[in-house]
């Protein structure tokens, strides 16, 4: 069956380009490899490659947003308080809802979800404001996913309190 | 015949710096060698001596810091990389081997450590039951500083820190927290990381069992939620330091941004303990 296709002029051609193609490409490949200086890649690679990189943690940065920032009550800026429901429930921002960050386990495909759908044009994510903050932490996180414009609210609850308290 | 004399005698003279340099340089091939020349006439060591490491070799009194880069130098240059990267790996070295800012601060667990507890030299390693590569460092790491070249020069520390994108890093890192409360917490990260492919939640009870923890025990004692509470504070503590990855190393508590590759650990370890001493 092979024999009688090669008998096709058409298929001949088009198997005899692409042999030429591929003996004309490892020729240039070859030559250009032998005039690099230090003597060329080696065409056999006799040691076993490094592979092993470290495992890189919540590799996102995010931008911290002042407490007194305007944008923090802009309809369109999605207001996340990462602390404990018990703390939420306690005090928490008015436009604020509840995404609890655990420092062990990933945030949930749901939240992430969530998150995306809101439309918002920006989500400011305020912790505990300890070091580390959680609500740094959950920002990292949520930027990770591929969600745009997340910012951390710098001092977390505290400050946002506080600044509420003031006024 | 008086010419030639001359000529050989120059040529030897010459080529004397090379030949008195450390065996791995004296092995290499000479365009190796030329590029190997050329970074010693162009590098400083960070600490010992104020010359070149060309001129810091020739010196009537050696310093071992120049003789150690120097071979560090050579085992680049010999794994082919070029001069950039050379220079830039050493200002990695000296950036982990000087202090630049304030150490790093742990709250160490003895039953995660191993090795001389007067030791010179304290790592700290930052690590994750689910990372391939502390799989592979960890264990090189213990036979070192339990058998090896380093047996009394450095005490080894754990700490446990999961990577969330790892599946089974928490159960891994509460497996190793309850092995350590048990007392077998290196037969049981040695049994872990050797099964590293076969890793299996329920599997950790049978390497409990392997490595002579009662199973039920283990299996009871790693379900507490206080354990998770030791974890979670230790990967704070990991966050606080910087860590941004694993494993990550500390040296005498600064932050170890070298390669990790065993044999050169073992060569920055060595340097910290004589000097150390």
């Known amino acids: 069956m092979p024999m009688k296709l090669l008998e096709n002029p058409t298929v001949k051609a088009t198997v005899r380009d692409a042999v030429l193609i591929v003996v004309g490409c490892a020729a240039f490949g070859l030559a250009f490899n032998g005039l690099r200086p230090s003597g060329g890649i080696p065409v056999v690679q006799r040691e076993e490659y490094d592979l092993l990189v470290p495992c890189p943690d919540i590799s996102a940065e995010v931008d911290p947003l002042e407490p007194t920032d305007p944008r923090l009550g802009a309809e369109r800026t999605l207001v996340i308080d990462a602390r404990e429901a018990e703390a939420f429930a306690a005090w928490h921002h008015a436009s604020a809802r509840n995404a609890v960050y655990d420092f062990l386990d990933p945030l949930p495909e749901e939240t992430v979800r969530e998150i995306a759908r809101s439309g918002a044009a920006m989500v400011a994510v305020y912790g505990d404001g300890a070091d580390p903050d959680t609500g740094r932490e959950l920002a990292k996180e949520i930027a990770s996913k591929g969600i745009r414009n997340v910012y951390f609210v710098r001092g977390g609850a505290p400050a946002l309190r506080e600044r509420s308290t003031a006024r | ?277």
């Open chain 2, 1 to 277: 015949m008086r010419p030639f004399a001359l000529a050989l005698t120059f040529a030897l003279l010459a080529a004397l710096p090379a030949a008195a340099q450390t065996p791995r340089c004296d092995a290499l091939a000479e365009p190796q060698r030329a590029l190997a020349q050329e970074l010693f006439k162009a590098v400083h060591p960070y600490d010992c001596c104020d010359e070149t490491l060309d001129a810091c070799l020739k010196a009537e009194e050696r310093c071992r810091l120049a003789e150690r880069l120097a071979d560090d130098v050579c085992r680049m240059v010999k794994a082919g990389k070029d001069r950039s990267f050379v220079e830039r790996a050493l200002d990695k070295r000296a950036q982990s081997m000087i202090d630049l800012g304030a150490r790093a601060s742990f709250a160490l667990d003895d039953a995660m450590s191993t090795g001389a507890p007067d030791a010179p030299v304290q790592l700290v390693v930052y690590a994750c039951a689910r990372c391939p590569f502390c799989s592979v460092l960890l264990p090189q790491l213990y036979r070192e500083v339990t058998e090896g070249s380093l047996k009394g020069k450095v005490r080894l520390y754990f700490r446990p820190y999961p990577i969330k994108s790892h599946p089974g890093s928490t159960e891994g890192a509460l497996g190793l927290i309850t092995a350590a409360r048990l007392g077998k917490f290196w037969p049981f990260l040695l049994e872990l990381y050797g099964n590293f492919d076969q890793f299996d939640c329920q599997k950790m009870v049978g390497w409990a069992k392997a490595v002579g923890m009662d199973p039920e025990a283990f299996d009871k004692a790693r379900q507490e939620p206080a354990l998770r509470e030791v974890l979670v504070e230790s990967k704070k503590e990991g966050l606080r330091n910087k860590v941004a990855a694993t494993p990550t190393l500390y040296v005498n508590g600064r932050l170890y941004s070298y390669e990790l590759d065993i044999e050169v650990l073992k060569d920055v370890l060595a340097e910290e303990s004589e000097k150390q001493k």
